[in-house]
């Protein structure tokens, strides 16, 4: 996707959408602190059933107008798994076929990235705005999102406590106009570069939120993401900080996790030293989804969430009562990756399977492991032995800690993650640079026992 080519028509709208107020006609395009909240997984009416909806281009009608969307079901799909289920809203002037393929940058960076690191555990929505935009006149856009989420939800099996949203620019507004009014149907949103351009109707109740904002947008300032946030924060119960944000020049970004926050609602800021876009890179004043930080960011703060024995979101789209905005003061930094583990590994070495699975590009690669208990006994607290293939450096991961970053790599369960029931599976995570090989570890252990290895 080549942002750069559509900065100045964004400006544009988003100029025009100040001078006049009419915030309809605007662009909004688009190490987090654990959940310890979770919850059971409900079935959906499309649990059991053989789909009738496909993969591909969709349509469907709704306020008396035919929209379009993308569906894409995991190629292993099973109908007595409930999936995590995630809708990506495209920029002002872009599209939900860009979104789909990932434009110029191909499937790495399809569905903002998170299609190639979801190893077909998840089903994505890419939505169609009206004239490439989301205005949400009366709701409109709203209520599609909704009967989108009821066609497909009738259709296919979906964990009704993991269902997520994010977008850019004009569709990281939507993110936030779902955030505000259907907290009870988004476990949590991530919004890029976004600005309240898209209504907020409610917006008072907690939603797990994460901004990214470049810390000198000359599209939509910087101040404007930070509300967006503060809304939470306050929404959130958290306390209110005052966050580190990278200088200009620094190339760099500093991700800020809040503290105080109420269980299972975390709120999680990263701002970047860079302009306009969802792909920044460190180092770079260059722009690519293959090679972004946001990708596995992301991923980490969505796949935080677990379904288990406590309350969380409800099964069914609805409305959230209107309010006014609150908001707080800033945050205080807090740098990612990740946290320290909750527990310290216990309970006897049980056997183990491990599931790696690469994708890899030029000089990065992203690599899933999907960890089994295969023995009798509960885990409670792990670590992951494994070695990294010569010329591999992690850069990020979701899920887990990991200790070094080359070379021989421990990699340990975060606080929601710890416990493994016989025949239980729990996937982690990470990007990293490579120069050539690209290969995954040939052995690992879980708290000193052999895996095997599939």
Same mark, same amino acid.
Not at 79 to 95: D, E, K, M, V
Not at 179 to 204: E, I, K, M
Not at 381 to 410: C, K, R
């Given at each position: ?24 006609? +605007? ?7 654990? +959940? ?24 469907? @009608?709704?306020?008396?107008? $035919? ?11 099973? $109908? ?38 979801? !190893? ?18 009366? &709701? ?14 009738? $259709?296919? #099996? ?40 898209? &209504? ?34 306050? !929404? ?7 966050? /580190? ?16 926050? /109420? ?24 722009? +690519?989804?293959?090679?972004?930080? @946001? ?38 930094? +807090? ?12 309970? &006897?070495?049980?056997? #183990? /399977? ?25 885990? !409670? ?23 070094? @970053? ?10 929601? $993650? ?32 052999? #895996?095997?290895?599939?």
């Amino acid at each position: 996707m080549r942002q750069k080519s559509i900065f100045a028509a964004v400006a544009a709208a988003a100029l025009l959408v100040l001078a006049t107020g009419q915030a309809a006609l +605007s662009d909004s395009l688009g190490t987090a602190k654990s +959940s310890s909240a979770t919850a059971v997984a409900a079935a959906t009416a499309g649990c059991g059933k053989t789909p009738t909806l496909r993969s591909g281009s969709q349509t469907i @009608t709704t306020s008396g107008k $035919n929209r379009s969307w993308i569906l894409r079901i995991p190629d292993n799909y099973d $109908n007595t798994r409930p999936y995590r289920l995630i809708i990506a809203y495209h920029w002002l002037n872009g599209t939900a076929q860009i979104v789909d393929s990932g434009g110029s940058d191909g499937a790495v960076w399809a569905y903002y990235g998170l299609k190639q690191v979801s !190893n077909n555990s998840t089903i994505f929505i890419a939505p169609q705005g009206i004239n490439n935009g989301w205005g949400n006149s009366n &709701g409109e856009d709203l209520t599609f999102t909704d009967d989108m989420l009821k066609l497909v939800e009738s $259709n296919l #099996c979906v964990d009704t406590t993991q269902r997520f949203a994010l977008g850019w620019s004009y569709g990281g507004s939507m993110s936030f106009a779902v955030a505000c009014a259907r907290p009870t149907v988004f476990r949590a949103v991530a919004v890029y570069s976004g600005a309240q351009l898209s &209504g907020c109707n409610g917006g008072t109740q907690p939603v797990a939120y994460m901004g990214i904002h470049g810390t000198h947008d000359s599209v939509l300032n910087i101040s404007q993401g930070r509300a967006l946030r503060d809304r939470f924060v306050s !929404n959130n119960g958290c306390t209110p900080q005052s966050p /580190r944000e990278p200088a200009q020049g620094s190339l760099t970004h500093i991700i800020t996790a809040y503290s105080g926050c /109420r269980a299972g609602y975390p709120v999680v800021w990263a701002a970047f030293d860079g302009d306009h876009t969802p792909s920044p890179n460190d180092g770079s004043t260059s722009t +690519s989804g293959a090679r972004t930080w @946001t990708t596995a960011e992301v991923w980490k703060f969505f796949t935080q969430f677990q379904s288990g024995p406590s309350q969380s979101p409800s099964a069914s789209p609805s409305q959230s009562p209107s309010q006014s905005p609150s908001q707080s003061p800033s945050q205080s930094p +807090s740098q990612s990756p990740s946290q320290s583990p909750s527990q310290s590994p216990s309970g &006897g070495p049980g056997a #183990c /399977r491990v599931t790696a699975t690469v994708n890899a590009w030029n000089n990065g690669l992203t690599e899933n492991l999907a960890i089994t208990n295969t023995g009798s006994s509960t885990v !409670n607290g792990w670590s992951l032995v494994f070695t990294l293939p010569g010329g591999q450096t992690i850069t990020s991961g979701w899920n887990a800690t990991y200790s070094p @970053t080359s070379g021989q790599v421990t990699a340990k369960n975060m606080s929601y $993650n710890g416990t493994l029931a016989p025949g239980a599976t729990t996937e982690v995570g990470f990007q990293a640079t490579h120069t050539g090989n690209a290969g995954k570890p040939t052995s690992f252990t879980l708290n000193g026992s052999p #895996c095997t290895v599939a």
